[in-house]
């Protein structure tokens, strides 16, 4: 079956090619949150790439000791293997990425 590639944007920042990392299930865009196997440049490389915006320049975990955060989560390293984005309802940590462009 075809799989629906995730969306993805990043707000916030200076420019499109900055800020952190959201994702969009159906109609609605969470933010993504930052999950310990994808503590790795290519998810972002992946992300940078969907906003044409070159590849990676830097990216770090925004704290969250919030326990109301909410976003969604990918456990997969990259976000193209995401095929179902899971719910996460408490502590999510976003994810502020800056690209090269």
Request: charged fraction near 25%; hydrophobic fraction near 30%; aromatic fraction near 8%.
């Amino acid at each position: 079956a075809f799989q629906p590639k995730v969306q993805s944007r990043l707000v916030g920042g200076s420019s499109i090619c900055e800020g952190t990392v959201e994702v969009r299930q159906g109609a609605q865009w969470a933010a993504l949150c930052d999950s310990s196997s994808a503590r790795s440049s290519l998810r972002w490389e992946e992300v940078c790439r969907e906003q044409q915006c070159g590849s990676v320049n830097s990216y770090r975990v925004l704290d969250a000791g919030d326990p109301t955060s909410r976003g969604l989560f990918c456990p997969h390293q990259k976000l193209s293997q995401c095929h179902e984005l899971w719910e996460r309802n408490s502590y999510c940590k976003k994810v502020f990425v800056t690209c090269q462009d």
